[in-house]
């Protein structure tokens, strides 16, 4: 009797895991669908190339269901592309510092109060990094280098650096502290420093974690709207260099969407772009599982080797 229940709880449990499964599955696939729905239109029925969509800077698109107007949404592109990577790169290195500090450094006190320090940042809404953006760093930036203003591809960036800061650095903490000990125990027997190791043994083996955790922060880069709007200045131009105004893909489509006639060509470019997004964040998932495999991969060799 006991069995049977066992069992029965068992095949319950099962079935209640496997339908929210496939219903993670199913809602993930139904929004592609509605997007694709949405956004098909910009080249079935208002006739755009895929080829304007991605390299033509020309962005007019008519509020209107007759069409006539220009899509190229290089501009949202590129920005978006620059905003992100500039971000990445400042907020990279502090990120890999903090996680070896707390991981390698000073364990303790980097378990007790850097990390839940870092962790906090994860927590505030992305309308006060927004916010102490436009009220501190644009007038900051304006200053410092003598500009008309600061709404800038630096401002947005440095907003998203931090905002990205506790991602990559919490997911690269978790990926060196998942090193196995013995790894550190042998090098340190042949007469290693711990500089040496972290350098030569740690972070080589924490490297699919660490390329993962980059992954998550470009991705969190690339979906924020609300701060990034608020200090880039939200203009249809290239940046001609990280002290220019521009605009990105997620700020356009929170700016206009709103005012945009249903239906309309501009309504329909609109959703294009939600499109690009969504391709990208599969991309990026993708990413991120191949990475993840990899690591597993080099990890069973390692352990075989040993």
């Known amino acids: 009797m006991y069995n049977r229940e066992m069992i029965k ?17 199913v809602l993930t696939l139904s929004i592609g669908v509605f997007l694709l729905v949405k956004g098909a239109g910009t080249f079935l029925i208002y006739k755009h190339s895929v080829w304007e969509f991605l390299f ?28 992100c990577g500039l971000a990445l790169l400042i907020a990279a290195p502090f990120s890999f510092a903090g996680a070896i500090f707390m991981t390698e450094i000073a364990p303790k006190t980097g378990l007790r109060l850097f990390r839940p ?8 809404p992305s309308v006060v990094y927004g916010w102490i953006g436009l009220t501190i760093l644009v007038p900051f930036i304006k200053n410092l280098f003598n500009l008309p203003h600061g709404f800038t591809v630096l401002s947005a960036s440095l907003v998203l650096a931090v905002m990205i800061f506790p991602t990559i650095t919490t997911v690269s903490a978790d990926a060196i502290r998942s090193v196995p000990q013995e790894y550190r125990d042998g090098a340190y027997a042949l007469g290693m420093t711990r500089w040496e190791v972290i350098k030569g043994i740690v972070i080589p083996a924490a490297k699919g974690g660490i390329m993962t955790a980059i992954v998550l922060g470009l ?68 990413a991120i599982h191949k990475i993840a495999n990899q690591t597993s991969e080099g990890n069973n060799k390692c352990r075989k080797t040993i």
């Open 219 to 286: 991705s969190r880069a690339f979906g924020e709207a609300l701060a990034v709007a608020m200090v880039i200045g939200k203009t249809k131009a290239f940046p001609r260099s990280i002290l220019s105004p521009t605009n990105t893909i997620t700020t356009a489509i929170a700016s206009d969407m709103g005012g945009a006639m249903e239906g309309g060509e501009y309504n329909t470019a609109l959703w294009t772009m939600a499109i690009l997004l969504y391709l990208l964040s599969l991309f990026f998932i993708y």
């Open 56 to 83: 033509s800077s020309a962005w007019d698109p008519q509020d209107t269901s007759s069409g006539g107007g220009k899509v190229g949404a290089l501009i949202y592109i590129a920005g978006s592309l620059l905003t």
């Open 117 to 124: 320090a870092v962790e906090i940042f994860v927590g505030i």
């Open 9 to 25: 709880n068992e095949y319950l449990g099962r079935m209640i895991i496997t339908i929210c499964g496939i219903l993670v599955i």
